[in-house]
């Protein structure tokens, strides 16, 4: 269900709920206070609302538990209603799908890296380690966030539960409605992207063994072994080839594009989560237009402002790692890919997946951007109506909240080096553009070089 | 008539006229609010003042109409003096031509990059799938915008009229006035510029058919027919000869440069609309010092000054895309002519040509740059007067619009990611140079070979 | 004299002179209420202490007065300790003088771009059009200027008699001193540079003519007219030769080498005298620490600031084209010159002139920039203790000039395109160093080229 | 002992301690009131707490100690408890020390110089005047420091002495303990760099001799003088060599290291000791969250912030040459060490040299930027607590403490060129990119060279 008119009765359930919740709304976040909500969790078993209530908890759990099966996050009770039962425990079954990746992971970056070392690294063939060494660290960067992910899951729907009610509305799309649109586009995406992927993959080889054996006079034999051991050299270089092994590596290589892509998912469904928020405050500001406004209603709306300012920080704080983490990736794998694209492909598979790659990705990376710059521009949006308030609404407290909403920049930070607003994506692209300029440049003399020969 | 003092009969009716028009000032425009304007166009059908006033209707819309002839932004009833009366419909005859010429363009575009797949895709030739490619988002762009229109001119109009009343005073030169000589300053420089294109393609190709059957001791034959193939070359792959089609692709020729300059020129006429309020607001406030002057004066310029960010926030919302593609088809083509500036051409009218053409996208980009960023310094021109208040006249009013007049920024911009201010101008030429340096690196082979043989 | 303190009947002169002039302090100046001052002159014909004052122009006289032989900034009465009996006229001395220099930079601009278009312009030797371009635009922006001096000195003048009584104190060093040093030192060095450059020239042409007279076993001869035509032979190729002409020669290119300095010169001054006012100001405010001050004297502080920006404002407004001018022509030449350093050049005398004249071009660059920046470290050094100011001593006035010092950018600017502060610098640094990387790669081919046959 | 919880006797013996230095707290620190506190000092003979108080000179002390014998920083009584203690005399036996090493590096820096004049200087070999100019230039700043040093550290124990007692709260980890812990990671790396160099050195000179005398058929000897000759043959092409002077090399060169390292120690000692401060103040504030909190509270959390920003300033003041000089020097260096990244190197133990080195390059550099940006971070983190303050305790101190921290940069800066925030690393990384690009395709043809031969 999406967002229904509450009942009356439902609305009285819903704040004798928040009256049991609400007392700690106020306080920031303090890691030690989970026993405290220990109990809580039993005394609020009677609570089964949650499931009705529209909360940032419901609509991202099917991703979350998704994740889980490629060892992301491992959390416990992620399917429970109740945010209180998400928990985190080192000796948990999905801790142990995930350090079982982990190992298969480093396996696979140990492999290229020998490899690698073997036949010189350079520009090119660097990508490789990169991409590892990114799933490796974005593994790291999860557990670590999955640690926090209990208390700060609890404290967002405590700030949360506020908006669930009068005067606060609905808007149009509900929070659980954008989230999935957004997840199931990416991941259809990026599934799409995989498959292309191994059908170019797979078509390529089957061509080159097609054209090599015609020019050598040989029968054409393509094999599943073959395939492997041509394309995942670098493993069978160190492990030894079996059907299961094989298997096995294409999994893992499915697990790593799954995380490479579910960290651009989490921001932008975390900052989905963030400026829904935001945009109800700025409707509600928006309703009030017109009307000849307390002072307390204006305490109110300053304090749910600054409650969702408090939890944006707090969410920063935890996830800067992985924001950081997953520009440098964008940018760098951007950047690789922009350079390839005056490059001579073999076959027309190749152009269709590059492009379709290049176009996923930039589309991707500028959709997490646009996202989690969302929140930065939904946060001032109410300025405009606070401005037109008259001089007898006037009062200290939308002064407050006038002067809170300009001086303070309301965003999602990659450890604070640098905030994730529109003008940041915009100095972005034109040193983007400058990179390239010189990149291609440099790049030029491989260009010309043109194909390799096909059967060397 | 431009700007004379209003009659005090003039003024009364002025009033009633603002009366009846007046409170809907405050709203936030919807655009679902057309039915009660349909209502009023009756009721204000004694109007008949709109022509006499000092509108930005009234200054563009000679512009407008001209530019419906090129396909661009398809309206009814643009020519009546009343804003109202400017409606948008699918099926309507400016769409008509509107599609028709989009249906060219499309096919021209489909033509060249045809033609450029087969000879090779590279840094050069690119310039005419951007050129069509640009120019047919901006069809698309202008469509968009017209379907907003209607409504926001009626909002544009009524925000407007209060500054066509005392206390607020017509500046020397008038809006409608400022809007023609721009106009009609862009129009004729784009002529020139189209002209001299069409003057230095034929005298090019004349010479070279004299030369080269001089060379060939053949009879030069020069004709239209041979000289549309040469030029249009692309085109003339796909499509049959014949007069009557390379007639129309002169003609869409043409209509395409056009909508090409009108872009600018209609960001333009905007801008000069909307910092020519805030040059009133300003010259209102000049007038104020030394005076004592009364709380509800600085509430009402408060009011006015509000009311004419919100207006250019909602422009901003329904142009960004205009603005955002002008740039980019700007900094392009900027880029591109710079880029050539070393190279060696053939004969004098392609370096009268040439260089006539550079100075000509680089004047106009700068002035639609500068124009633009007129707003931003207009807005904060009144600064200097409010900051000598003194004590006495010193109330929440003041201090409040001081407040905004210095933290918010107002200006036009490319969908938030920038805005057009002088600052940006400058930080935007600084990496044009840098762009450019890398690219004249990159391009010195090219620039070497010097002339191609001519008669190849 | 240099600021002693003043007599109390000075200063009771002082306070009527004061009240005669300061009626009109808080105006906005208005070019039109010239007419006004003409009678004041006379009035004031009894009032002779403006040579006692420590105002701007007692400080800048002897330079403007020097600039006029080299037929910069033609004003009449410049000697005149007071200000109003600057004047501006077409049909003057000075503007004869003017006009004779621009006709004679235009002559050689036109025989330079004649001989430049018959060997080809390249990067190198295009460095010669844009010194003698920016002298002759300099001279414009001069003219352009002085037309507005005789206005714009009075109101300077008006602003900053009030710094000139208590409670306003004399810094150690004053105003005439400051100046006095800043100019003497860059004029010394100029003359430096351009000796030099002579000394460089001829040594360079005497020992070319003994080398290769000794190679071809001819009696080395040297003259001056040889030399002036070696040296100018872009002017020799259009001009007839006599030594009239050549003398005539070298001093126009003297004159320009003044021109070219005297720009940051004026820029220089102007600067110095502007944070000059602004010192005090802060010394003022610094003084009030721990005392129990008065919102009067609050006020006062505020009105003087106020008056101080707005002056900054105006002087600015004339001022712009001639920063940005300056800012254009230093950032070309030390681009230029840094490209140069790793060049090899013939003889030692070139090296040391290359030297010098490069660390001179970078030092004044330098130099004026932090020149103009401090004014915008003055205008907000007085922060620190207003932040100070008690409780008690709080008031609206004390909030509104710290609102002001905040939020404002109290700097010169170049047309407003970028303002002229320390931050500026960091950047533009940066930015020099990229496109110097990019040029040094560009211009690699070149200078392994080596140096060119001595006697070709 | 570290931060214990003080006595009360203790306290009461704090605050009288307190009382007797607090009164010229407020002041602005003037050099001239030396004399005063002589007297002082002699009063407080009695006061031997200070070894127990939390102070900045107590944490910093050890390392300034161990820096007086590479002659850095020549103060007396620098291991007095009491700060006032702390002089500065031309005419001293750590001054002594301070020219002798001065006098050692400026014979090295010329012998350099004339080495590669010789020799051509180039862009890979500029490297060591680099080396030796900044440590060079680091001695007189840093005795320019020392100069200022005494009355710096006064002043700073002054203001710091209020937030040893309550209601400040000691932190969980001490000033000293982070000093301490900050202080010996750097010196331990530090010393660990130096060595691998000394070992890579020794051994590629030795492996050399050995496989270049098999080659030649010669019995290989290697010996301390041969090593010494070929290592600092600037040098000894200047100086007579004798066992003792190419001991006193080696001591010289490790000196000049140990400035190199301790340049950016001192301010990484410096920012912890700034934002240790900050964030005491941060702690308080933190406090008084859910409290009704009376106006004289704030009144005195302000007065402390505002005198921190003021001691910062000061401090700023004395030490931005130092900061300037570190980041010019970590910036050429990081980028000259980036561009030898893709050099080829003939042994295992220059391979390890030359990551390690790299890495505590970046590492060391970025560690310094983090430091000095705390302070920054620091000094923001209260803002969100005071924006929560409710309508009841809202005064206008708080608003005056908001409105400070919002629109202050509170940060160590380059002489105001540049302030060290966490924002200017991210500039300057991307700016480090592009100009490594452009440096990495200079490079290429000398890349490609690859090792020159051994024994040439």
């Known amino acids: 269900m999406e967002g229904p008119a509450l009942t009356a009765a439902a609305k009285r359930r819903h704040e004798s709920l928040l009256r049991t919740l609400a007392h700690p709304t106020n306080t920031v976040p303090k890691l ?50 109740n945010p209180r039962r998400v928990r985190f425990a080192y000796k948990s079954l999905p801790m142990i799908v995930t350090v079982t990746f982990i190992a298969a992971t480093l396996t696979l970056l140990a492999a290229m890296l020998k490899h690698l070392l073997e036949i010189g690294i350079n520009a090119k063939n660097f990508v490789g380690l990169v991409f590892f060494g990114c799933v490796l660290l974005a593994y790291f960067v999860f557990i670590r966030l999955a640690r926090r992910w209990p208390h700060l899951i609890r404290y967002w729907t405590r700030t949360e539960l506020v908006f669930n009610r009068a005067p606060y509305e609905m808007p149009k799309r509900n929070l659980y409605k954008r989230v999935q649109l957004a997840g199931l586009m990416i991941i259809g995406l990026s599934i799409g992207e995989h498959a292309m992927f191994q059908i170019s993959a797979i078509l390529t080889y089957k061509r ?70 935001f945009e109800q405050i700025t409707a509600r500001i928006r309703k009030l237009e017109h009307e000849e406004v307390t002072e307390s209603t204006f305490i109110e709306i300053r304090e749910h402002y600054v409650n969702m300012c408090e939890l944006l920080e707090y969410v ?36 269709i997946y590059f492009w379709y790659s290049l176009l996923y990705l930039i589309g991707r990376t500028a959709f997490v951007f646009l996202t989690a710059a969302d929140i930065n521009e939904e946060s001032k949006r109410g300025l405009g109506i606070l401005r037109r308030v008259s001089s007898k609404s006037w009062c200290v407290e939308v002064e407050r909240l006038i002067f809170q909403m300009t001086t303070q920049v309301v965003a999602l930070s990659g450890k604070k080096f640098y905030f994730l607003t529109r003008r940041l994506l915009f100095g972005m692209a034109g040193t983007i553009v400058t990179y390239e300029l010189v990149l291609l440049q440099f790049d030029e003399p491989n260009r010309r070089k043109g194909l390799l020969p096909l059967c060397a």
Chains 1, 2, 3, 4 share one sequence.
């Open 32 to 81: 030690a206070d989970d026993t405290t909500f220990e109990f809580n969790v039993i005394a609020s078993e009677k609570l089964p609302e949650y499931a009705q209530l529209d909360l940032f908890h419901r609509a991202v759990y099917p991703f979350m538990l998704l994740a889980q099966f490629f060892a992301v996050m491992p959390l416990i009770g992620i399917r429970q209603p």
């Open 208 to 277: 080159r063994i097609q054209l090599c054996s015609a020019a050598a006079n040989v029968t054409a034999v393509t094999s599943f072994e073959d395939y492997a051991r041509t394309n995942y050299d670098y493993a069978f270089q160190w492990l030894p080839y079996n059907p299961v092994m094989a298997a096995l590596l294409l999994l893992i290589n499915g697990a790593c594009t799954f995380v490479w892509n579910y960290m651009d998912l989490f921001i932008m469904m975390v900052s989905k989560g963030l400026s829904y928020r």
């Open 316 to 351: 920063d704080s935890s996830m800067s790692s992985l924001i950081l983490l997953s520009c440098v990736n964008n940018l760098y794998f951007v950047c690789y890919q922009l350079l390839n694209v005056f490059n001579k492909l073999r076959w027309p598979i190749n152009y």
